[in-house]
T-cell receptor, first 110, second 113 residues
Framework: NAGVTQTPKFQVLKTGQSMTLQCAQD?????MYWYRQDPGMGLRLIYY???????DKGEVPNGYNVSRLNKREFSLRLESAAPSQTSVYFC?????????FGPGTRLTVT | LAKTTQPISMDSYEGQEVNITCSHN???????ITWYQQFPSQGPRFIIQ???TKVTNEVASLFIPADRKSSTLSLPRVSLSDTAVYYC??????????????FGAGTRLAVHP
């Protein structure tokens, strides 16, 4: 039981490049989330998926797109990376009060 | 979602009890209170959740007064490994297990030898 897994762990992009962050959970949770965390700050919600087949914007969705591929997987895409998207990205899932977080992806955009 | 306010930082010593208070004046009837812990370079980890009165688990206690406008996380006999950021969150559990949470900056707890 791996919980929530994220790939890659680290990534460096040049401005304008695109990439997809992958997230998978093996707990059969309905809801999944993507957050970003900037240095010294709390987490900010980018997008969420309350259930398979649905996605909604969170607090900071601009510059991102998401896909809920199936119940297990929820991916986050940066179409044209910008330096302001340098951050640590966390995926989470839940089926009740508790959200389970992945280990994070550290993304640097130069 | 109700906004929460908590101290930016706290210091303590090993073996002491630590109480972190969070205010959430605009909490709604359906909202519950939850606390998360985050170590450097890791995702947040759920500690405890409650609606009113007192909740206790193997890690912490959560005290919520009758008006629910504040809550206090109590960590008994802290150790160096409790040094982390602690987040107080208020949210509602919606159908299907979806809960939308807004993280603030949290409280940085430093435990000293």
């Amino acid at each position: 039981n791996a919980g929530v897994t994220q790939t890659p762990k680290f990534q460096v992009l040049k401005t304008g490049q695109s990439m997809t962050l992958q997230c998978a959970q093996d707990m059969n949770h309905n809801s999944m989330y993507w957050y970003r965390q900037d240095p010294g700050m709390g987490l900010r919600l980018i997008y969420y998926s309350a259930s398979e087949g649905t996605t909604d914007k969170g607090e900071v969705p601009n510059g991102y797109n998401v896909s809920r591929l199936n119940k297990r997987e929820f991916s986050l895409r940066l179409e044209s990376a910008a330096p302001s998207q340098t951050s640590v990205y966390f995926c989470a899932s839940s089926d009740s009060y508790e959200q389970y977080f992945g280990p994070g992806t550290r993304l640097t955009v130069t | 979602l109700a906004k929460t306010t908590q101290p930016i930082s706290m210091d303590s010593y090993e073996g002491q009890e630590v109480n972190i208070t969070c205010s959430h004046n605009n909490i709604a009837t359906n909202d519950y209170i939850t606390w998360y812990q985050q170590f450097p370079s890791q995702g947040p980890r759920f500690i405890i959740q409650g609606y009113k009165t007192k909740v206790t688990n193997e890690v912490a206690s959560l005290f919520i007064p009758a008006d629910r406008k504040s809550s206090t996380l109590s960590l008994p006999r802290v150790s160096l490994s409790d040094t982390a950021v602690y987040y107080c969150l208020v949210g509602a559990l919606l159908s299907g297990g979806y809960n939308k949470l807004i993280f603030g900056a949290g409280t940085r707890l430093a435990v000293h030898p």
